[in-house]
């Protein structure tokens, strides 16, 4: 399946070439992809329904749970047999380069780090609000997930993979309430200490949005150190 789905994408890819330019700028562009979504859980924390209900502790869950979701997306690349992306593959006739290719040759296809923490948000998005989370499913399968493996950089199976094994944590927190005394104490921080919470809330979402990049890029290098 996986084979037969990239081949025919990569068919349409080398005769349209305007609508992949499209892909590969949405591919590259964080405020397009992570910056929606987070823009959303903003949204749904500043509504007028969430002061006077539990839908706040439900968006502090959710960001818990997406930490949670990049360490458990991160160990399964590294603990799983390595798999190159679709584009690194010589079977695959891809006849366009991506510049920041040559960062991703180390990193394994399976499961997608993009599927496994934006499908979180989405499911996050959902247990708030229905309509909101479904318009947030929409948008990071065809906004986010498919424009890359439209592009080669992952297999639908890594999309697949990376996004049942998200919406099954999320939803798992949720109804064990595994979170649910530390949403209530940070909620009850949010009251007492305004402007440290909501600095931490913007730079916790401005890492998420990122896909936390700029966090990696600090602790690599120390680790490598370390190590």
């Not at 964080?30 to 929606?36: A, E, Q, T």
């Not at 990122?210 to 120390?222: K, T, Y």
């Amino acid at each position: 399946m996986d084979d037969f789905i990239i081949n025919i994408l990569n068919t349409l890819a080398n005769i349209a070439f305007f609508f992949t330019k499209v892909m590969a700028l949405i591919v590259s562009n964080k405020l397009v992809k992570g910056g929606v979504i987070v823009a959303v859980l903003w949204y749904l924390w500043f509504n007028e329904k969430s002061k006077n209900s539990n839908n706040r502790e439900k968006i502090i869950s959710t960001l818990y749970g997406c930490i949670i979701a990049i360490v458990v997306g991160r160990g399964l690349a590294n603990l799983l047999p390595f798999r190159a992306r679709p584009l690194l593959n010589p079977e695959f006739d891809f006849n366009y380069k991506i510049a920041s290719l040559s960062s991703l040759e180390t990193w394994s296809s399976f499961p997608s780090d993009h599927a496994v923490l934006f499908f979180s948000l989405a499911t996050g998005v959902f247990l708030v609000s229905k309509k909101w989370g479904i318009i947030s499913y929409f948008y990071v399968l065809f906004v986010i997930c498919f424009p890359r493996i439209y592009l080669g950089l992952h297999y639908p199976t890594d999309i697949l993979a990376g996004a049942i094994i998200r919406i099954s944590i999320i939803w798992g927190i949720s109804v064990l309430k595994i979170f649910k005394r530390f949403s209530g104490k940070t909620l009850a921080l949010s009251f007492k200490f305004p402007g440290l919470f909501y600095v931490c809330f913007f730079i916790l979402s401005y890492q998420i949005a990122s896909l936390f990049d700029e966090s990696r890029n600090l602790v690599s290098p120390l680790l490598h150190y370390i190590f």
